[in-house]
């Protein structure tokens, strides 16, 4: 059965530094999607992409978070200069379709020091 | 926005069935999802409803949705060991895209 997968599964790094969280997507889906989960929170949406180009994003996505769909296969994450509070789960999600159903990544924890 | 609330614990012994509800405030949420993650793992999809249905049953899943109140339950007959996880209720708004609002995740215990 097709599935999302997302590498490194944990990534510890020092404040400041900049991360590259990647994901590669259900094959034939056409909407991504990264959401995150801070330690005993709930899971919050960050940003949806589709057709190379955001299409919805949180308030907590803000400049220092970036999206992009490098080659035909990958979907990243990237957080330009992390802080601690940066520190969560990050997982990403796959559609076919707006509405359609999402179905999530493992998951890649950040451990920012 | 929306705001979707679950209960934080349910503890059943196995083979009881168990019921995790949930309530959600956007009465224009098109659909409803039932998210499962065991420990370490990811969040994976058990069931959706769409909101024009009252009902739907899979297997030993039941999703039952009240749109007058918006309540949204999971009940799982015959509770395994093996169903003990998190389990998260998701809303997609009508008018909000392609977001999920999660709620808080209720943890189920299942007793031998």
């Known amino acids: 059965e097709p599935e999302v997968t997302q590498t490194p599964s944990h990534q510890v790094t020092q404040m400041g530094q900049e991360v590259i969280l990647r994901c590669v997507p259900i094959?034939?889906?056409?909407?991504f999607y990264w959401y995150r989960q801070i330690l005993g929170q709930k899971v919050e949406f960050l940003v949806s992409f589709y057709n190379n180009e955001i299409s919805e994003k949180s308030e907590i996505f803000d400049d220092q978070f970036s999206v992009e769909r490098p080659d035909g296969s990958n979907f990243t994450l990237k957080i330009r200069s992390t802080k601690l509070e940066d520190s969560a789960m990050y997982f990403c999600a796959s559609s076919g379709g707006t509405q359609e159903t999402q179905y999530f990544g493992p998951g890649t924890r950040l451990l920012v020091l | 926005g929306e705001d979707v609330e679950q209960s934080l614990f349910l503890s059943v012994r196995e083979g009881d069935s168990s019921v995790i509800n949930c309530t959600y405030t956007?009465?224009?949420?098109?659909?409803l999802y039932w998210y499962k993650q065991e420990p370490g793992a990811g969040l994976q999809l058990l069931t959706y409803i769409f909101s024009n249905m009252d009902m739907k049953q899979d297997q030993r899943l039941t999703v039952l949705l009240n749109k007058k109140d918006k309540h949204l339950s999971l009940r799982i007959a015959d509770t395994q060991t093996g169903d003990s996880a998190i389990y998260f209720c998701a809303a997609s708004p009508n008018n909000a895209g392609n977001m999920l609002t999660f709620g808080g995740g209720t943890r189920l215990m299942v007793k031998p």
């Open positions: 956007d009465s224009s949420s098109t659909y």
């Open positions: 094959s034939n889906h056409l909407y």
